[in-house]
């Protein structure tokens, strides 16, 4: 069975730092792309990171370029977004995505596997 878990999810003040992981289970995902995406109550599923198989590209939202990080660890078959100076609209439940196209795309439709999300709170 294919699972994706998140964890490393929090409350925080504002210009904190937190580091999020999703530790995958059931199939090799180091040829998968790995993306997190964020969703706030009452807002869309939002693209946040994606990375490549190989680690060697990634891809940012505007909102999260300078200050997030994603990585991977294929030897783990895990995946990490590191968040520093968190801000209060970064709050959202936060979702681990793996895609089988090879396309380091945002858009939540193409990727195949989720996990059930890890919630992220920011205080001002």
């Known amino acids: 069975q294919v699972q994706l878990v998140e964890s490393g999810g929090g409350l925080v003040q504002a210009g904190a730092s937190l580091r999020l992981s999703c530790a995958a289970s059931?199939?090799?995902?180091?040829?998968?792309?790995m993306g997190w995406f964020r969703q706030a109550p009452g807002k869309e599923r939002w693209f946040v990171a994606a990375?490549?198989?190989?680690?060697?590209?990634?891809f940012y939202a505007d909102s999260a370029e300078g200050r997030f990080t994603i990585f991977r660890d294929n030897a783990k078959n895990t995946v990490y977004l590191q968040m520093n100076n968190l801000k209060p609209e970064d709050t959202a439940v936060y979702y681990c995505?793996?895609?089988?196209?090879?396309?380091?795309?945002?858009?939540?439709?193409?990727?195949?596997?989720w996990g059930q999300g890890t919630q992220v709170t920011v205080s001002s």
């Open positions: 059931g199939r090799t995902f180091s040829s998968d792309v």
């Open positions: 990375i490549a198989g190989t680690g060697s590209n990634t």
């Open positions: 995505a793996a895609s089988t196209l090879g396309i380091l795309a945002p858009n939540a439709p193409l990727y195949h596997f």
